[in-house]
């Protein structure tokens, strides 16, 4: 579900494989990103470019992992939004939580800055 | 104004694997009901992310047998409507009955965090009308205070109106939502 491409020493790329993700891999993406958190002790930049569906178990679980990434003192890093993801983000107001990118370089280049 | 009418039922089986591609279907019936005034990208995102939460509320709520989604339009608006018979929202039979209908008491806050405070607004018994406002970010501490439920809250912020209805007589549980053109 997520393939790690690029890891320095501060952060860590994972590209999102799936298309869609909602209550029926919410549970598995979650566990996915707790273990790659654990593993790495990195900040996640998530590349989700690939996903065109997603839903309101997929920003929780996107959510919850982002608060024990915080809890790790490392972060949960968006990059590659499709617009209508984006915008469904925005709509709820979760732009003012997790920092996000149009593109993994752009994004690893402001973690590098951090 | 271009006169346009329609109406389309659909039959979902709760099912995951088929969320997508009834998805698909319902945005398809929903960009032929699209009147010329209307503007496409804004509605069809709006119909995308609340198809797709009312689709995954009956995986999640409705059970066994089939969810029914009526789509109606017209030159002004449109409705979608989904309607189960599995267990009635949580917020059934929990109005304070001695509060007269309408009465600002029957807004209640259901949940809240610094981002979003989501409100249940009975306007009947087992009617129910949501409503959402922005949090103030000075309240912002830490991430730990975000909510993980977004379902009944994307809904509410994508459209124009969104009730709950509870059919006693039928056991129907009825979510209506309408978009504005």
């Known amino acids: 579900m997520i393939t790690i491409v690029k890891e320095s020493p501060k952060y860590m790329i994972g590209e999102v494989t799936i298309t869609e993700a909602n209550l029926s891999n919410s549970d598995e993406f979650k566990a996915e990103l707790v273990k790659l958190l654990d593993e790495h002790q990195k900040v996640l930049i998530l590349d989700l470019q690939e996903l065109k569906y997603v839903d309101s178990a997929f920003l929780g679980a996107l959510v919850s992992a982002l608060k024990y990434a915080i809890s790790l003192?490392?972060?949960?890093?968006?990059?590659?939004?499709?617009?209508?993801?984006?915008?469904?983000?925005?709509?709820?107001?979760?732009?003012?939580?997790?920092?996000?990118?149009?593109?993994?370089?752009?994004?690893?280049?402001?973690?590098?800055?951090? | 104004m271009q006169s346009c009418a329609c109406k389309v039922e659909f039959e979902f089986d709760n099912?995951?694997?088929?969320?997508?591609?009834?998805?698909?279907?319902?945005?398809?019936?929903v960009k032929a009901c699209l009147?010329?005034?209307?503007?496409?990208?804004?509605?069809l995102f709006r119909c995308k992310v609340i198809i797709t939460e009312l689709l995954t509320n009956a995986i999640k709520h409705a059970g066994k047998g089939n969810t029914r989604f009526d789509v109606e339009g017209d030159g002004a608006k449109l409705i979608i409507y989904k309607t189960d018979t599995g267990m009635p929202l949580y917020l059934v039979n929990t109005r304070n009955n001695a509060v007269p209908e309408n009465n600002a008491e029957n807004k209640r806050l259901i949940s809240a965090d610094p981002l979003s405070s989501l409100y249940a607004n009975w306007e009947s018994e087992n009617h129910i009308r949501f409503?959402?406002?922005?949090?103030?970010?000075?309240?912002?501490?830490?991430?730990?205070?975000?909510?993980?439920?977004?379902?009944?809250?994307?809904?509410?912020?994508?459209?124009?109106?969104?009730?709950?209805?509870?059919?006693?007589?039928t056991r129907e549980n009825i979510f209506r939502v309408r978009v504005d053109f």
Not at chain 1, 80 to 104: E, M, P, S, W
Not at chain 2, 15 to 29: C, F, H, N, R
Not at chain 2, 35 to 43: E, G, R, S, V
């Open chain 2, 35 to 43: 009147p010329k005034h209307a503007n496409p990208d804004d509605i």
């Open chain 2, 131 to 169: 409503t959402s406002e922005e949090g103030s970010l000075d309240d912002f501490l830490s991430v730990e205070q975000v909510a993980e439920h977004f379902g009944i809250l994307i809904i509410t912020n994508s459209s124009d109106e969104f009730t709950y209805t509870y059919n006693k007589k």
């Open chain 2, 15 to 29: 099912t995951a694997d088929k969320l997508v591609s009834s998805l698909e279907y319902m945005l398809g019936q």
């Open chain 1, 73 to 114: 003192k490392l972060d949960i890093v968006l990059a590659g939004l499709r617009n209508d993801i984006r915008d469904l983000i925005k709509l709820i107001r979760l732009d003012k939580v997790f920092k996000i990118y149009n593109y993994a370089e752009e994004a690893s280049f402001a973690v590098n800055k951090m």
